[in-house]
């Protein structure tokens, strides 16, 4: 079964470029492959790998950033719009933050050539990219919606 996290941010999203180049700058171990584009370059996937030194690289993530103009952003909102209704915590406010989501940020966790600690320390990069730079709240599958590190709204 996979394993999903997400960002929601009210801000103006970044071409996906800037997310890809800002991972990268972080640490030289990570590098983007499979990269797919939409036509305006704003929007895209790709995978993120690490490969630490003296080790075997390993994939730990497919990440995708989404806009309102693409299907699967209205199908992620609408997902996180339900299991916030039925979750435990600032409903009213996971809720507002969701309603005026500018940009997602999906990332489909990978697991199979490394430890959970491999890939959650290389996703580190991302997540302390994004969260300074851009107002919003995360998502972890099975856990519920943090505001920064904090547990704002518990859902399963």
């Not at 996906?16 to 171990?29: E, I, N, R, T």
């Not at 940009?103 to 300074?132: C, G, H, M, R, T």
Request: with cysteine.
């Amino acid at each position: 079964m996979a394993y999903y996290m997400r960002f929601f941010s009210t801000d103006t999203a970044p071409t996906f470029a800037q997310v890809m180049d800002a991972v990268v700058k972080s640490d030289p171990h990570l590098k983007w492959h499979n990269v797919s584009k939409s036509g305006d370059d704003h929007a895209g996937s790709a995978v993120l790998s690490c490969t630490p030194d003296g080790s075997k690289g390993f994939d730990c993530a497919v990440v995708e950033l989404l806009l309102p103009q693409h299907e699967s952003f209205n199908e992620e909102k609408s997902e996180a719009l339900d299991f916030a209704e039925d979750g435990e915590g600032d409903v009213a406010g996971v809720t507002n933050t969701l309603n005026t989501t500018q940009f997602v940020v999906l990332i489909q966790v990978l697991y199979e050539n490394a430890s959970n600690d491999e890939v959650f320390d290389a996703l580190d990069f991302l997540w302390n990219w994004l969260k300074p730079n851009f107002k919003g709240i995360s998502q972890a599958d099975g856990e519920g919606f943090y505001d920064g590190n904090d547990l704002i709204l518990e859902c399963e």
